[in-house]
């Protein structure tokens, strides 16, 4: 199966914007790549998708590697709401059989 | 339009014991998919159904099962519980599945196993 990877922690300051890594260099074809963020006691919400392109939202954008092995997910002036933990997650095409990364606890100083 | 709805919230049984869970989608939502999230292995994929039809499984023992009914509502099954099956289940509904489109979840299960 398809990994991802992603920094544990990362921190930022409101009103700045924050890069979130993600590597996920056994990434076939068709996999989607999926962003969502979860806060505590809360179900996961979803932020972004996309396959080859990069691709914009009100939430925030994807930045997708030509090679596709790796993703950046931008907000572009992050606010204290943005704290969650975010999820990088490949899905398969075919089935749709999701694979999660460990995800990134996102902390955002005032 | 409501949102996804699970139910039970918080579910307390003993080793050996079985149990149901139970997720309403949102109305319209044809695929119902079921999540596994604890503090060590993270957030892991179940299984997803659509029109009553399990289309994909994920990495888990066969003690875990799920249906899906002709209104879209779906419930998963665990039997013969163990300690480490004690985690926050989550299932998330859309139109058509998860491949190309935004997930809606809900808040979950907590399951606690005794």
């Known amino acids: 199966d398809a990994k991802t990877t992603q920094p544990n922690s990362m921190e930022s300051n409101e009103e700045e914007p924050v890069h979130l890594p993600c590597n996920h260099s056994t990434i076939s074809g068709t996999d989607y790549i999926h962003w969502y963020r979860q806060l505590p006691s809360q179900g996961p919400e979803y932020v972004i998708h996309g396959l080859t392109s990069n691709v914009n939202n009100r939430m925030a954008s994807l930045a997708i590697a030509e090679d596709r092995k790796s993703s950046t997910l931008i907000l572009h002036r992050a606010t204290l709401r943005d704290a969650a933990v975010y999820y990088c997650i490949l899905c398969y095409n075919q089935g749709g059989k999701l694979i999660f990364g460990q995800g990134t606890e996102l902390s955002v100083k005032p | 339009k409501a949102g996804v709805t699970q139910t039970p919230r918080y579910l307390i049984k003993t080793r050996g014991q079985q149990v149901t869970l139970s997720c309403s989608p949102i109305?319209?939502?044809?695929?119902v998919s079921w999540y596994q999230q604890t503090p060590g292995q993270g957030l892991q994929f179940l299984f997803e159904?659509?029109?009553?039809?399990?289309?994909n499984k994920g990495n888990f023992p066969g003690r875990f099962s799920g249906r899906q009914f002709s209104n879209s509502r779906s419930e998963m099954n665990v039997s013969t519980l163990e300690l480490g099956d004690s985690a926050l289940y989550l299932c998330?509904?859309?139109?058509?599945?998860?491949?190309?489109?935004?997930?809606?979840f809900g808040s979950g299960t907590q399951l606690s196993v005794l």
């Open positions: 998330a509904s859309s139109q058509m599945g998860p491949s190309n489109e935004k997930l809606f």
């Open positions: 159904y659509f029109s009553e039809t399990q289309r």
């Open positions: 109305s319209g939502h044809r695929s």
